[in-house]
């Protein structure tokens, strides 16, 4: 599974967008890194910002899981559930898709 999710996000690195002062893609990068650090509180505000900035981009459904991962990481169970059910409305046939049900 961690292999895959590398893999994933390897390949999500690729891809941009723009925020003020830092790209789509250089926030996803630095929530991705705080995720493998297991620094929960800092990636889930790191990725509520980059959704609040740009919510539409290229990253923000793939945002959405890692924002339900570390809610769920934090003890955020509805929190989690809720943004879950966002992301596999955005990206029904995703892979990750069957890790968030």
């Known amino acids: ?4 999710l590398f893999l994933l996000l390897l390949l999500i ?6 925020l003020p002062g830092q ?3 250089e926030a996803f990068e630095k929530a991705k890194i705080l995720i493998f650090d ?4 800092a990636a889930l505000k790191q990725l509520d910002g980059m ?3 740009c ?4 990253y923000s459904a793939v945002a959405l899981f890692y ?7 934090l003890g955020a169970k509805k929190p989690a559930l809720d943004s879950y059910e966002k992301f596999v409305k955005a990206q029904p046939k995703s892979p990750l898709a069957e890790d968030a049900l």
Request: glycine share 6%.
């Open 38 to 41: 297991e620094q929960w509180a």
């Open 13 to 18: 690195m690729v891809l941009s967008g723009s």
């Open 55 to 58: 919510p539409a981009g290229r």
């Open 23 to 25: 790209t789509e893609q």
């Open 67 to 73: 924002r339900a991962k570390c809610q769920a990481e």
């Open 51 to 53: 959704l609040a900035a």
């Open 1 to 4: 599974m961690k292999k895959a």
